[in-house]
C-alpha cells in the first residue's frame, strides 16, 4: 500500500521542544536492534531520553524493553492515544519486517495488543496502517525493517518485506520526509543513534534533513564499503590470503564479501569503538544488504567475484609484497655510520665547521 498522511505547513517544518518515539519490534525481530542500541555511546539512548544531549527536543522513549513501564495497557497508552491522532509530534520506529497478512490463513502472524472491543489481536500491520500517515518521521531500525532480512528470504511462509515495500518506496512522513533506513543485523549501535540524533536535530528545527541514498540510507554511513574500511585491506593489496579462521591476513577466500558491502563497522567497530567483523576475524556477510540472505548464501564459500579479483591481483600482489619485502629489511636496517669505532664516517664536510 502506499500511505498519505493528513499533516501539512508549520507541523511539516519541524521547531518542536518535545518529541515521542513510538518504537515497536513486534514485526518478525528477534528485538536484537534494541538489545544493540543499548550500548550505543554516540550519543547514549539513555542521554538522549534524560536531555543530556545539547539542542534536542525533550524526547519520551516508547519501547517495550527499555520502557519504565511494567506492561500492557499502560505501555499501550501512548500508541493508541497516537492512532486516535492525540499525541504529535511523534518519530515511529519500526523493528523487525512486516509479514504480509493478507495470507495469513486462519490466525495472524504478529500482534501487539488487543483490539478493546473484540478482544482480538492487532498486528503490527495494523499499527502501521494507522501510525505511518500520522507520524512526523518513519525510521526504519535493522536489515529485518529496512528490507525484510532473514524472516523474508526464499522459502518463507509469511510473505515478509521491509517497510518500504509495505508503505511504498515513495512514502514520505507527515514531516516531509522519506523511510529512513538503518539496516543492519543487528544495527550497529551507533549508527543508528547518530541517525536518531540527526532526526531529532532536525525535528528541532536546526539541521536540514539527513542526506539519504537510493536505498534510504544515511548517505554519510553506508556510502564505503567494508572493504575500503578493512584492517585487512593491506593483505587484500599484496595477494596475501587466509586460508582459515585463525589467520590475521584476508578473508575473501574463506568467505568475505566486504569488498561489495555497504557498511561502516570496520572503520567504526561494534561498541566504544572495538570490533568490527573482518577486523576480529569474521568475515563480512553482507548484512545490511538489500539483498541479504539469499545473495550472500551458503556463507563462508568464496563469493565469485571474491575467486575473480583475487586471481586478477595475484600476479600484482605477489609480486609488489616481494619487493616491499625488500625495502621494508632495508629500512629495518640502521644506516652503517651509526659506530663507536674511531673514524667519523657520516660523510660530514669539515668544510662547514666554524
Ligand atoms: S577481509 Fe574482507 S573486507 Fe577485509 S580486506 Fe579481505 S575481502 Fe576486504
Ligand atoms: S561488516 Fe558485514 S557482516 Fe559485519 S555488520 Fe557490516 S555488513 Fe554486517
Request: charged share 15%; with cysteine; hydrophobic share 35%.
Amino acid at each position: 500500500m502506499t500511505a498519505t498522511n493528513p499533516q501539512s505547513g508549520s507541523s511539516r517544518r519541524g521547531g518542536f521542544d518535545e518529541v515521542h518515539i513510538l518504537w515497536i519490534s513486534e514485526g518478525m525481530s528477534c528485538d536484537g536492534d534494541t538489545v544493540s542500541v543499548t550500548a550505543a555511546s554516540q550519543p547514549a539512548i539513555e542521554d538522549v531520553v534524560t536531555g543530556l544531549v545539547p539542542g534536542l527536543p525533550t524526547v519520551h522513549l516508547h519501547n517495550k524493553v527499555l520502557s519504565p513501564t511494567v506492561g500492557g495497557e499502560e505501555f499501550l497508552a501512548p500508541y493508541r492515544a497516537a492512532a486516535r491522532g492525540d499525541i504529535e509530534p511523534f518519530i515511529l520506529v519500526i523493528e523487525g519486517s512486516i509479514p504480509n497478512e493478507n495470507i495469513h490463513g486462519d490466525g495472524y502472524w504478529t500482534s501487539f495488543g488487543n483490539d478493546p472491543d473484540t478482544g482480538q489481536p492487532l498486528t503490527l500491520n495494523w499499527w502501521i496502517d494507522r501510525l505511518a500517515p500520522r507520524a512526523w518521521a518513519v525510521v526504519a531500525i535493522g536489515t529485518c525493517a529496512a528490507y525484510g532480512g532473514i524472516h523474508a528470504m526464499a522459502g518463507n511462509p509469511t510473505g515478509s518485506m521491509g517497510l518500504a515495500d509495505y508503505l511504498g518506496h515513495d512514502f514520505t512522513s507527515a514531516g516531509n520526509l522519506p523511510i529512513v533506513n538503518v539496516p543492519g543485523c543487528p544495527v550497529q549501535p551507533d549508527d543508528f543513534m547518530e541517525t536518531l540524533t540527526w532526526v531529532l536535530y532536525h525535528a528541532a528545527g536546526t539541521a536540514p534533513p539527513p542526506p539519504l541514498d537510493d536505498q534510504l540510507r544515511p548517505q554519510w554511513i553506508f556510502g564505503r564499503t567494508v572493504h575500503e574500511g578493512c584492517d585487512r585491506a593491506g593483505y587484500y593489496e599484496q595477494a596475501d590470503f587466509a586460508k582459515d579462521y585463525n589467520s590475521p591476513k584476508c578473508q575473501v577466500k574463506i568467505g568475505c564479501w566486504g569488498p561489495v558491502v555497504n557498511c561502516n563497522v570496520p572503520k567504526r567497530g561494534w561498541m566504544g569503538g572495538l570490533g568490527g567483523c573482518p577486523n576480529v576475524g569474521g568475515i563480512c556477510i553482507a548484512c545490511t544488504m538489500p539483498g541479504f540472505p539469499d545473495k550472500f548464501m551458503p556463507f563462508m564459500d568464496m563469493p565469485p567475484g571474491g575467486s575473480l579479483s583475487s586471481r586478477a591481483i595475484k600476479p600484482y600482489g605477489s609480486f609488489i609484497r616481494r619487493l616491499r619485502g625488500i625495502t621494508n629489511a632495508t629500512a629495518n636496517t640502521e644506516p652503517k655510520w651509526r659506530h663507536n669505532r674511531e673514524l667519523l664516517t657520516t660523510g660530514y664536510d669539515p668544510h662547514y665547521r666554524p
